[in-house]
């Protein structure tokens, strides 16, 4: 016997209706069932209430309605349950709206298009990375690129490369120190002497340009003397 | 022995010790420098490449199939070991004499046929060159010293310093690259009238730029004066000047 006829069956069980085949099967079930016996308990308390309280509160014929009743508060609480773990809901394709799809399929190719050309202007413009007179090289199309975030502003790129430009020269400045005891004083003094030349040159030109740091000609100027700080350096490192 | 006597003697000595003492110092200067000499026969293509440290360097072209090179050695005497292969002559003393502290003064003069390309360096000294008409002529000092092309008539040009003077005496090429950088000195460039060539000048803080009259110019200032641009004639060969804290003077050759 399964719950559900078992269910079925209680009252009539209360009310010694069944035949001793199927009252024995109900109470091996209701034995192993805690569900069940549990309801029968329930509906056992009910209907001695009904007979301690008085003959009229349950009339005998609505016994079926009562348990129609009780069976249906049984399931709405069993509802919740059942739906503890729900199936996802599928929505194909087609439950998006033609807009929504257009606008997404849009967004979609508008964040390509950008992510390409930013990666081919990567690609192609390597070169540029040593030179600082690139950096205030702004079209119309590098100005979006850097409102929304893409590309770096003139003075981001000026910044950098500047970073990178001294790190080289700190390197061969490192390498001038080990060696610069070992040169004679004409040597040395003739080396401090071009260096300061250079470095004046290059204060001039960071004068420049924090006054007005979209001036390309200082920009181009400062990448030159720098080159030459860096050969300077080189130069004297092999002495 | 008087006293005008003694006098006398006295000073005729001082003169003798004073004589033989100059004459002594002048053995020993003369005992600290060193020779070298050595001559290369010559093909149809030379190329010279020199490296020096300190000294000054002097190429000329002559009229003979052969190089020779000479060369004054102050002390500590430099290395050289030049190598010549395949119509190159090198002679890098940078590389010759790595490691060592102080080397003397090496003090070269050079003589080339004069279609050679002539590539010369030097870290401190001067550096010379005259007449060579060949595919290149390039002189690169790495701190300071004076650069002078004379009677130049090559198709590449470029010479380079930190602290010195440029000057250039010669013919631009037709499709020729020519270009002259400093960073303080003065760079003088005197060419032909009916030179053919485009031209970028920066003098970014004397702003002084002398330019001369050449033929049908078209010559624009930019950067308040601070660059000229333009042409001159058809506009055939590229000419760079730049001088960051120096003029730069055309003159008519």
Redesign the interface.
Same mark, same amino acid.
């Given at each position: 016997m399964n719950c559900e006829d078992c269910k079925a069956l209680i009252t009539a069980l209360m009310e010694e209706d069944l035949d001793e085949t199927r009252a024995e099967s109900m109470r091996l079930h209701l034995a192993d069932c805690v569900t069940c016996a549990t309801v029968c308990e329930e509906v056992a308390a009910i209907v001695d209430v009904a007979t301690v309280e008085g003959e009229d509160l349950l009339p005998e014929h609505h016994s079926k309605q009562i348990w129609c009743r009780i069976n249906n508060v049984i399931e709405s609480e069993q509802k919740p349950l059942a739906n503890v773990d729900p199936q996802p809901e599928r929505k194909g394709l087609w439950h998006f709206s033609f807009w929504q799809l257009a606008s997404g399929l849009a967004c979609i190719a508008l964040v390509s298009s950008l992510l390409t050309v930013v990666a081919i202007r990567n690609y192609y413009e390597p070169a540029a990375t040593d030179s600082l007179a690139r950096t205030t090289s702004n079209g119309v199309f590098d100005r979006v690129l850097m409102k929304v975030g893409l590309a770096e502003t003139p003075q981001e790129q000026l910044e950098r490369k500047l970073r990178e430009r001294q790190a080289t020269i700190d390197y061969w400045n490192a390498r001038v120190q080990v060696r610069r005891n070992q040169w004679d004083p004409q040597t040395r003094a003739a080396f401090d002497r071009n260096l300061r030349e250079i470095d004046d040159s290059l204060n001039e030109y960071q004068t420049i340009l924090q006054r007005d740091p979209e001036d390309q000609l200082t920009v181009e100027m400062m990448d030159s003397v720098l080159n030459e700080k860096t050969d300077l350096l080189r130069d004297f490192s092999d002495l | 022995m008087t006293l005008v006597q003694q006098s006398r003697f006295l000073r005729t000595t001082v003169a003798c010790v004073s004589v033989v003492f100059f004459l002594c110092l002048g053995a020993s200067g003369v005992a600290a420098q060193k020779k070298f000499s050595r001559t290369y026969p010559a093909g149809q293509t030379v190329r010279l490449k020199l490296l020096n440290?300190?000294g000054t360097v002097t190429v000329e072209g002559w009229d003979r199939q052969e190089v020779r090179i000479e060369a004054t050695l102050e002390a500590p005497a430099a290395n050289i070991t030049p190598q010549s292969l395949s119509g190159e002559i090198v002679v890098n003393l940078?590389r010759d004499n790595?490691g060592?502290?102080?080397v003397g003064n090496v003090n070269f003069a050079i003589r080339v046929p004069f279609y050679t390309m002539v590539d010369i360096e030097t *870290?401190?000294g001067n550096l010379s060159v005259s007449n060579i008409s060949s595919g290149l002529v390039r002189a690169h000092i $790495?701190?300071?010293g004076d650069i002078v092309l004379l009677n130049i008539g090559a198709s590449n040009v470029a010479a380079e310093n *930190?602290?010195g003077n440029i000057f250039f005496d010669g013919e631009l090429q037709d499709g020729g690259t020519y270009r002259f $950088?400093s960073?303080?000195g003065d760079i003088g460039l005197r060419i032909p009238t009916n030179s053919s060539f485009r031209v970028v000048a920066?003098a970014?803080?004397t702003r002084d730029i002398v330019f001369y009259q050449c033929q049908s110019p078209d010559l624009t200032l930019?950067?308040d004066g601070?660059?000229m641009i333009g042409k001159c004639g058809a506009g055939s060969a590229s000419l760079s000047v730049?001088n960051?804290?120096g003029s730069i003077k055309f003159f008519k050759r």
């Open positions: - | 440290r300190t940078v790595e060592r502290g102080e *870290v401190i $790495s701190s300071e *930190v602290m $950088s960073v303080k920066t970014p803080s930019l950067g601070r660059r730049t960051q804290r």
